[in-house]
């Protein structure tokens, strides 16, 4: 068994890439430059990888071992809450001869705890190892041991599955509670208007050349799209039903067709997220902590707001009131939620992570607002317009001021500074939707719109050099909610300049749009990368601080040293605790059977 | 606090045993003749000391419940049913309830008074501090608010017209030092100094700008109102930005939170007596008043820290419900619906109850409510008011005999 582990191992991409272990004395230099290092998996049980490390043929392979694994140490052994992440050996080729000091195997770095999955030793004991490069991708992904960590339910279907099997249950491996990644974290770690690329110094801890499954890969963003259709669709009912527009002769149909598609959006991007939910639960969690992504949460009931708004007339004229609670109710426990944090949270204050994405999360009561009084509501649109104005006031105070504790805004234009434009348009629509008519408090909220629209068109050379993401429909919704407020507007204010303008912006909304349409399809079919891997969520939780000083210390030291230096690089208490047991641990292993 | 010990003589002269009063750091030897003033001067002495003045939030939660009270107990004509049976209140509670107020407010001005005339440097400190000198509005406004409760006081009367301008100008010439200072003097900026209590300040506009509005006085109402409306605005955006961090308000003062509260019902009332109904505006404010008080009330573990230990900032618990329950009354009666009319008792009952709560708890507490270190008073974090009194008390005494 443990020939098998020295003989074959599995050339994949590590964890943790910049850790040379060459640099360690003792080891390969030439040969290892170009491998990659293996990645130790550190197992709460006692049978772990480590037993081989006495076994002389196996310690070049051992050596390029990086433990990666929680502070509380399972080296001990008795620590069961002790997580590490579950990967394959990475090994070299060629087994060479050359001894290797059992300390070798202390060049365990425990710089990042990481989420264990589990079952690594039914994976050892299965004999995966052994098994031949060749592998269909596919189902590489789906039993691929990297991604355990995400899944929601990462230890107990492995610990099922290896009974089932027959296999010596291991020591069950509690999983470590999940601490919540703090928001430093992600502002540390990713970089970008949508805080998604990754710094240089960053590591993830996830596989960065893989293709990860497609639910890890599917962002909550991608609501963004049903947001800009199902806005579309509001837009030419608009456009069907306003008399000053009637010289346009736009057929109902057109909404008709685009409310089917939206609901048809709708329903796979709810479908494929559900399932995200139900089986990458981590993910969804981490989605939910970064500064950017959450805002993108209030995106579906947004959606479902605006299939509403524009559903068309052959399915329904009138909608039930209780539609609205129900609609209006996760957007309220969402609000409770991220407002409050902004007031009194920790560290998510609003002067650190204020974004342009945040606009989401205020456009919503404006949308409510708006859908509560055209269903003939009064008070409760009042209260979501009341606290919508009083959070969008503080919020554009904000973004206004681009304060110099604010690590979230884009340096440079980008499509997400058209959320501004969203919710004084949506706020002048609802505005005069609960008063019945277009005075002066939705006029006022229509031209800081327009005055907005405006400054941002007239700089559209700027908006270059972006990458494509799915976030980019998000962005377009307030181009549409310009242009529908601009029709309200004309019905109005019935002149020929308005009437000009609502044609202009009604196509300018429309081309966008249908130019997003074919770069998505694009990006879908002929590049492939719709869905890159979403680097965001697999930030680690700490920072790689040992990495780099490990790099600029390596140079010949013993094994004293490495532990010496171990126990004060770490940041943190239980990694000190660990590496001052390696020496201890490798001679109480047992070998592998 | 004072000991009476038995002491041998310290004088080698064979003088009887005295008794000595003493206080640390400090003794007093009496005569027969200022015994009993010295003994009332070392009861009273620590008291003032240590009555800074954030102790008015107990005049200010006692004044609003007073003033809920007569809201409720005198219902509108076209009431709805569950108004109406708030009026069955019994009168002579409100009675007991406003002498009570009109006792313990005018206790705590003449010990506030006397703290300016002796120990005037403590009274410095707390308007240098930057949570203190908000409290600085309290006593004016729990004044103004026992004024519209008075029973015997009706609004347009020339003593309630005269009473009103002796409590607004020292609100007006406060609200001169201190806005000013956040734009023009140096070291008072806003972003750093801002903290929840900075919206007292604003309520005290409000209530005058209410008061006002009753009297019939409109254009002074509306002064008063932009004034508060204004520098409500800029403190509600700099508190949720929170340039400062979470540095500016000790974990013991948490409750004062609750002020997010209270501010925009204030709010809601003023504009509802200026401009006659309760109308958008007032709505509004009203319900933004809801959702921040759901916000603060689904976030229990923000004030778990505070209430270990009893400590006078509870009190800052209870007037901004009694507020959210006086514009809930207002809503009420203009929807007239009975959602409205339920959320008006759910509030009303919560205000009374947590007030009672409250006296109970000072009642069995009075030992701690005066402690000699106060935690709460931000201005004696480090000082030590025993000490300063002794102090001051030996060189007054010394120039006295």
């Known amino acids: 068994m443990a020939q098998n582990l020295g003989m074959k191992k599995e050339v994949i991409p590590s964890l943790i890439r910049s850790i040379e272990d060459n640099e360690v004395v003792g080891f390969d230099d030439n040969v290892m430059k170009h491998c990659v290092l293996d990645v130790e998996l550190m197992d709460s049980g006692e049978n772990k990888i480590e037993p081989e490390i006495s076994n002389d043929s196996l310690h070049h392979h051992r050596t390029p071992s990086i433990s990666i694994s929680m502070p509380s140490s399972p080296m001990e052994g008795q620590n069961p809450k002790r997580v590490a992440f579950n990967v394959e050996l990475v090994g070299k080729n060629e087994p060479e001869p050359e001894p290797e000091p059992p300390t070798v195997s202390t060049t365990k770095f425990h710089s990042q705890p990481m989420p264990t999955g589990v079952g690594f030793e039914e994976a050892v004991a299965v004999g995966k190892f052994p098994k031949p490069l060749v592998r269909n991708p596919r189902i590489d992904n789906l039993k691929d041991e990297r991604f355990t960590s995400f899944k929601t339910w990462s230890g107990k279907l492995e610990r099922q599955l290896s009974t089932l099997r027959g296999k010596p249950p291991s020591e069950p491996p509690v999983s470590t509670p999940r601490e919540n990644v703090p928001v430093d974290r992600y502002f540390d770690a990713l970089e970008g208007p949508e805080l998604d690329i990754l710094r240089p110094s960053e590591e993830i801890i996830l596989p960065e050349d893989k293709k990860w499954p497609f639910l890890l890969r599917y962002p909550i963003s991608s609501f963004g799209i049903c947001l800009g259709v199902s806005s579309q669709a509001i837009m030419w009912k608009n456009l069907a039903l306003t008399e000053s527009t009637h010289f346009l002769h736009v057929s109902p149909n057109v909404n008709l067709v685009l409310w089917c598609i939206s609901v048809v959006l709708f329903a796979v991007v709810a479908a494929a997220y559900l399932l995200k939910i139900i089986l990458y639960f981590e993910a969804v969690r981490r989605e939910y902590y970064h500064p950017i992504r959450v805002n993108f949460f209030f995106a579906p009931w947004i959606a479902l707001l605006f299939l509403a708004i524009g559903v068309p007339a052959k399915v329904t004229t009138e909608l039930p009131h209780f539609l609205w609670y129900v609609l209006m109710t996760p957007i309220f426990i969402l609000e409770l939620k991220i407002y409050g944090q902004w007031m009194s949270g920790g560290q998510r204050r609003l002067s650190k992570v204020a974004n342009p994405s945040n606009h989401l999360s205020v456009v919503g009561n404006f949308v409510g607002a708006l859908l509560g009084a055209s269903m003939g509501l009064k008070e409760g649109p009042i209260f979501f317009f009341a606290v919508g104005m009083a959070h969008y006031t503080v919020l554009f105070v904000t973004l206004y001021q681009r304060l110099p504790t604010n690590e979230t805004l884009p340096k440079e234009l980008h499509p997400v500074i058209f959320l501004f434009v969203a919710a004084p348009s949506v706020a002048s629509m609802a505005w005069a939707r609960i008063n019945d008519s277009f005075d002066y408090g939705s006029r006022i909220a229509y031209f800081i719109a327009m005055f907005l629209y405006f400054s941002l068109a007239v700089r559209v050379n700027f908006f270059r050099g972006f990458k494509f993401s799915l976030a980019w429909w998000a962005y377009t919704f307030p181009m549409t909610g310009a242009a529908i407020a601009t029709i309200r507007y004309t019905s109005e204010v019935s002149n020929i300049v308005t009437k000009l303008l609502s044609v202009g912006l009604t196509t300018i909304a429309t081309l966008t749009v249908f130019g997003l349409l074919v770069t998505t399809i694009l990006h879908a079919f002929v590049m492939r990368d719709l869905f890159p891997n979403d680097i965001a969520i697999a930030i680690s939780d700490r920072k790689p601080k040992t990495v780099r000083k490990w790099f600029h210390r390596r140079a010949g030291s013993s094994e004293k040293d490495i532990e010496h230096y171990l126990k004060y690089v770490t940041s943190n208490e239980k990694d000190v605790v660990e590496a001052s047991v390696t020496d201890k641990d490798v001679e109480s292993q047992t070998p592998l059977p | ?401």
């Open chain 2, 1 to 401: 606090m004072t000991t009476i010990v038995q002491q041998p003589p310290p004088t080698p002269t064979p003088t009887p045993p005295q008794i000595t009063l003493t206080v640390p750091s400090t003794s007093i030897h009496s005569n027969d003749h200022t015994g009993t003033l010295i003994i009332i001067k070392t009861l009273i002495i620590p008291i003032i000391t240590r009555c800074h003045a954030g102790y008015f939030r107990i005049t200010l939660s006692l004044c609003c419940q007073t003033l809920l009270w007569k809201t409720l107990k005198d219902p509108p004509e076209n009431a709805h049913a569950y108004r109406r049976i708030l009026g069955l209140f019994p009168s002579t509670a409100f009675l007991l309830l406003w002498s009570l107020s009109l006792l313990i407010l005018t206790t705590l001005s003449i010990l506030y008074i006397l703290r300016c005339a002796l120990f005037s440097n403590m009274v410095k400190t707390e308007y240098l501090n930057h949570i203190g000198v908000n409290y600085l509005f309290a006593p004016w406004i729990s004044w103004l608010l026992l004024l519209q409760t008075a029973p015997f006081l009706t609004p347009k009367t020339v003593y309630y017209l005269l009473l009103w301008w002796l409590f607004v100008v020292p609100i007006f010439v406060l609200d001169v030092k201190i806005y000013g200072q956040w734009f023009t003097k140096g070291k008072r900026i806003l972003s750093r100094v801002a903290n929840p209590a900075s919206q007292l300040s604003v309520v005290g506009n409000f209530v005058g700008a209410r008061a006002a509005a009753q009297m019939g006085w409109k254009e002074s109402a509306m002064v008063l109102f932009t004034l508060g409306m204004v520098h409500y605005m800029v403190v509600f955006v700099t508190l949720y930005q929170r340039l400062s961090g979470n540095t500016c308000l000790p974990t013991v003062l948490r409750p004062v939170m609750f002020l997010f509260i209270a501010a925009p019902s204030m709010a809601s009332l003023a504009w509802d007596e200026i401009s006659g109904t309760f109308d958008f505006s007032s709505k509004m404010l009203f319900y933004l008043s809801m959702f921040l008080f759901l916000c603060l009330v689904t976030r229990p573990n923000l004030f778990k820290s505070s209430m270990k230990k009893f400590n006078v900032v509870w009190w800052a618990y209870s007037y901004p419900l009694t507020v959210l329950a006086l514009a809930a009354t207002e809503y009420a009666q203009d929807t007239k619906s009975s959602f409205a009319h339920l959320l008006m008792l759910l509030l009303s009952a919560l205000s009374v109850m947590v007030s009672i709560v409250l006296m109970v708890y000072t009642a069995l507490n009075t030992n701690t409510l005066l402690p000699p270190d106060d935690a709460c008073d931000p201005t004696n974090a480090t000082l030590d008011p025993i000490n300063v009194s002794s102090i001051n008390l030996d060189s007054s005494l010394e120039s006295s005999s």
